[in-house]
């Protein structure tokens, strides 16, 4: 065979050989497998010794001392970023201003500026009659009767006008809503300007004042027969057969059996939980801060020592 032939013999016989495909296994090697048990071993070591992380124990009365830290219940409305942007909006006031707990029925007074005052501030004394929204748009409304006139004021809570937020005397109502005061007798609106406030001891529970107003006669501003108020003494004496007709064609005692009306209306325990375990650790520490502060302005330093 002359060198050509062979040649051309060699090269048909490489075209002819199907190359090698190599693949690449997912599958650990010997020595990698042996050396990740060790590595296994070491961080089943750090687990068992580390400690284990320790959620916030958030008290029960939390909901009800900041109402406005809990979402909207409708689901429409939510927002889960927005949320959490305001809570910490909301934690950075608290840090610059007292907010006091206080509820419906608590009187308070705020002083808040005011341009068109005579020193740039105003103070204002009332009654909490109401107390609604959520986040930042949380509001509050005070009622006093000053020169036989009703006056009521809406603050926005973290309103950044407001200076200070006292509580004068931290007391519940029977109702929710003490909107029927505009309806009640003067006397249980009236308010004294200078009043100074009522302390209470520490761990105390909050008292729960049982009064009972009296309403004018109608007409009313609302049908407060419709609302199961516990709060007004005389609402049957202006009542006629046609009221109490009315009254019972709206009544809807099957809502309370509703179980997808209260799920709807509130929120669930558990995501309580999980919104007040962000906040507790600021919220708490605020709370020590003031009842130090408030120890603070108690002791009297004496002028004359012994």
């Given amino acids: 065979m002359n060198v050509n032939a062979r040649f051309l013999t060699n090269r048909i016989a490489q075209q002819c050989v199907y190359k090698r495909i190599v693949t690449f ?15 296994q ?65 608590s009187i308070l007074a705020v002083t808040s500026s005011d341009p068109h005052a005579a020193g740039k501030t105003s103070r204002f004394v009332g009654i909490c009659i109401h ?5 930042l748009r949380a509001r509050f409304i005070l009622r006093n009767v000053i020169d036989h006139q009703g006056i009521e004021i809406v603050y926005e809570l973290y309103d950044p ?11 519940k109502r029977l109702d929710d809503s003490l909107f029927y005061l505009r309806d009640a007798l003067p006397e249980f609106s009236t308010f004294d300007e200078h009043m100074e406030a009522e302390t209470l001891e520490e761990g105390t529970p909050v ?19 419709r609302q199961n108020l516990r709060g007004v003494a005389n ?10 007709k009315s009254s019972e064609k709206v009544q809807k005692p099957w809502e309370k059996y509703d179980l997808m009306k209260q799920y ?18 600021e919220l708490h520490t605020l709370e020590l801060q003031r009842k130090r502060n408030k120890r603070k302005r108690t002791f009297v330093k004496p002028k004359h020592l012994a």
């Fill in 235 to 244: 609402i049957d004496q202006y009542l006629k057969d046609k009221h109490r």
């Fill in 41 to 105: 071993q070491q961080q089943q070591q750090h687990d068992a010794v580390a400690p284990p992380v320790r959620k916030p124990i958030v008290p029960a009365h939390y909901r009800f001392v900041y109402p406005e830290f809990l979402p909207d219940p409708k689901v429409e409305w939510r927002n889960s970023i927005r949320e959490k942007l305001e809570r910490l909006d909301m934690l950075n006031r608290r840090r610059q201003i007292e907010l006091p707990e206080f509820y419906v029925g």
């Fill in 264 to 281: 709807r209306a509130t929120i669930p325990e558990e995501e309580q939980k999980e919104i007040f375990a962000e906040v507790h650790t």
């Fill in 131 to 135: 107390r609604e929204r959520c986040g």
């Fill in 161 to 171: 006008t407001i200076q200070k937020v006292e509580v004068l005397r931290l007391e």
């Fill in 25 to 39: 296994s997912t599958k650990p090697t010997e020595q990698s497998a042996a050396a990740a048990v060790p590595q």
């Fill in 207 to 225: 008292p729960i004042n049982e009064l009972k107003v009296v309403l004018r006669p109608r007409p009313w501003l609302e049908r407060w027969e």
